[in-house]
């Protein structure tokens, strides 16, 4: 008769129902990402419209406190050589980061116009 050598008891009934440790997660969890945009328009490929941003790279920042902070400071330095924008942003995707980034920015523009248009009326 041959002997098993596994002696790894089987599943109990009230376990059959959860999933095993070493499944990978499969939903979306809300991240940081560094977004480089260009806010100035010197990538743009048309100066149509000069006030918009261009979202040139995301990137999801590292879970590890001092790795982050370490590229986070990386990339600021590239982009204060360069004349770029870093942005931080909490989204579930890269897509998401990139829209965000380029919303964030139209809302200050419009927030900029109102208060110019509102100061304009005060001095008059």
């Known amino acids: 008769m041959p002997v098993s050598l596994d002696k790894t008891p089987g599943p109990r009934p009230e376990d059959m129902d959860r999933a095993p440790a070493y499944r990978p997660q499969l939903s979306k969890l809300t991240a940081l990402f ?6 100035q328009g010197q990538w743009a490929s048309d100066n149509t419209t000069p006030r918009t941003r ?6 999801r920042a590292a879970t590890n406190d001092v790795e982050r902070a370490m590229r986070k400071a990386d990339i600021t330095e590239e982009c204060q050589a360069s004349g770029l924008t870093l942005v931080e942003v909490y989204a579930d995707s890269a897509a998401q980061a990139a829209v965000l980034a380029c919303r964030a920015h139209a809302d ?7 208060e110019n248009a509102v100061l304009g009326q005060l001095d008059a």
């Open 108 to 114: 200050a523009l419009v927030i900029e116009a109102v």
């Open 34 to 39: 560094l977004v480089i945009a260009d806010d």
């Open 54 to 59: 261009e979202v040139l790279a995301v990137e």
